[in-house]
């Protein structure tokens, strides 16, 4: 079993910051890759970054070069620091981790950008 918490949501302007953290807690060691999705209302979840155990990681077209995904395996964390926010940004960011065998997912954080 995998706990996450994700944190770090909130309000920014267009063209604002944002950095989300996901603390990861028991079985972490058996932790593959991580990710950060996102929902927003009346839309599918999609992808919005990758980054496996070795560090290679994966971005969605649309931010690409404005997201940038990391992960500290000493701190059990994984973090996403969003810059240039849009409005289209908005939506509920959550933290997958994948497991050999099982997935699990944090209980998600809003964020919302403002025009």
């Known amino acids: 079993q995998v706990q996450l918490v994700e944190s770090g949501g909130g309000l920014v302007q267009l063209g604002g910051s944002l950095r989300l953290s996901c603390a990861a807690s028991?079985?972490?060691?058996?932790?593959?890759?991580m990710g950060w999705y996102r929902q927003a209302p009346g839309r599918q979840r999609e992808l919005v970054a990758l980054?496996?155990?070795?560090?290679?990681?994966n971005y969605a077209d649309s931010v690409k070069g404005r997201f940038a995904i990391s992960r500290d395996n000493a701190k059990n964390t994984l973090y996403l620091q969003m810059n240039s926010l849009k409005p289209e940004d908005t939506a509920v960011y959550y933290c997958?981790?994948?497991?050999?065998?099982?997935?699990?997912w944090g209980q998600g954080t809003q964020v919302t950008v403002s025009s």
């Open positions: 997958k981790a994948d497991l050999t065998w099982f997935t699990f």
């Open positions: 028991g079985s972490t060691s058996s932790i593959n890759a």
């Open positions: 980054i496996t155990s070795a560090g290679s990681t």
